[in-house]
């Protein structure tokens, strides 16, 4: 967690392959630049924190350390999901409060429309499909202690919430496994290193100046300026958006990498589906991930591959033991599948916090960030990363969704990042539980 993030430490994903290629850019040349505000990371946070801010008439400079969407935002599932994955509404407001917590509530309800009309109005290549997402219960239990209540209270707020019985839920999946379930019918799938490389030509266009292989090495306060320091240069910003989230370092902020507990997510696509065996399973190409704490999910890509994959407590070769396991799954979930052939295995970071909520934080005047995916940031990225614009530019605090608090540390954090991989067994345990 101490080193800078290179693309070549990144696994190659079935994104890499099917993405059109990223806008070029250059590193930064040695010299020093100035900006109104100055972007760190350029996953889906950082693009759409620098293309809103750009759009509001700001001069951006947007750093990244390795190339566009090399981070958490080229190598997830893909799926756009207006939830956070534990806390329902009730929780969001018995934590933040009736007006934070309806706040961050409604921007989260809305999220996964932001998500496609922002796709939508830039024109973004990436097999963007707004056919809904489904959360499948994996057991009665679940449907009436998860599905129901998360249905009631979403509802209430408004969301496009359906409560399905088990035959809607085995008509949308094509599997009889699960007992009923939710399907929100803002969500759906994009490709996301497409989305991201998007992204990056929309702010290019709206003017900012984005540059890779650009790690920022560190800052200090300079008058009334921020300095960040790369290898060869500076850029001095009044404003500066830290956008690293789960592949940040200690280096750009001291302490930033202990607020959170890092989380391997493993993902893996099948060779493309016979077309008889593709229609069969979820028919309506929504994305789906269920009721388990070992989440099972999956959504389809563009040319028929089910992209699917799943958790591992250790990590030794995890390539022929995940092709094994989820093999398995799928042939539980989809017996029509068979043994299904695998041509992509590759693995990211989620970040999470102990209260499984995101955290916006001021790091010191004018320096701002946010913490907290726990496994649900690509809407989310792309909404806070408008949030955070907005609080550059000037947005009292009070009108903003989040608090901003002061950065917090994980209590024990050497030790809760051991133990995480083992929170699995836990998951596992539970999700034997009816
Ligand atoms: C395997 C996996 C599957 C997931 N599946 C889903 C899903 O299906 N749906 C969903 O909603 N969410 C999913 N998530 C979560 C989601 O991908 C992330 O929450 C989201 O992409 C985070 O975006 P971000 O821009 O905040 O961070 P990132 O995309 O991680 O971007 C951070 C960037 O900062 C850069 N950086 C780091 N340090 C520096 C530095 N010093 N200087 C400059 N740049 C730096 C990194 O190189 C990186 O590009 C998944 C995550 C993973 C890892």
Known sequence: MTEEPVASDRPASLW?????????????????????????????????????????????????????????????????????????????????GADKGEALIALIRDSAQTTFDLIRRHGIACDAVQNGWLQPAHTPGRV?????????????????????????????????????????????????????RGLARAAARAGVRLYTRSPAIGMERAGETWRVRTDAATVLAKRVVIATNAYGTNRVWPGLDRS???????????????????????????????THGDLYFCRFDRRGRLVTGGALIFDYDFEPRLKRRIGDRLALLFPQIGRPEFDYVWHGQLSMTADKLPHMHALAEGVITWVGCNGRGVALGIALGAVLADAALGIAPADLPLPFTTLGRVPAHALAARIAPWMMALFRWRDAQP
């Open 16 to 96: 890499a392959a099917t993405a059109p290629p990223a806008p070029a850019t250059v590193s930064l040349p040695p010299g020093e630049y100035r900006a109104d505000v100055l972007v760190v990371g350029a996953g889906f946070t950082g693009l759409s924190a620098a293309l809103a801010a750009a759009e509001r008439g700001a001069d951006v400079v947007l750093l990244e350390a390795a190339e566009i969407g090399s981070g958490g935002s080229g190598l997830n599932n893909g799926q756009v999901i207006p939830d956070l994955s534990r806390a329902d509404p009730d929780e969001i407001v018995a934590a933040r």
């Open 260 to 290: 959170w507990v890092p989380r391997r997510s493993y993902q893996m696509a099948t060779a493309p589906l016979p077309e008889a065996v593709r229609r069969s399973i979820l028919p309506t190409d929504a994305a789906m991930s269920d």
């Open 144 to 196: 009436t202690r998860i599905s129901r209540p998360r249905f009631e209270q979403w509802r209430r707020r408004g969301a496009p919430v359906e409560l399905l019985d088990a035959g809607q839920v085995a008509a949308l999946t094509g599997s009889s496994y699960w007992h009923g379930g939710l399907r929100n019918a803002s969500g759906g799938h994009v490709d996301p290193l497409a989305l991201a």
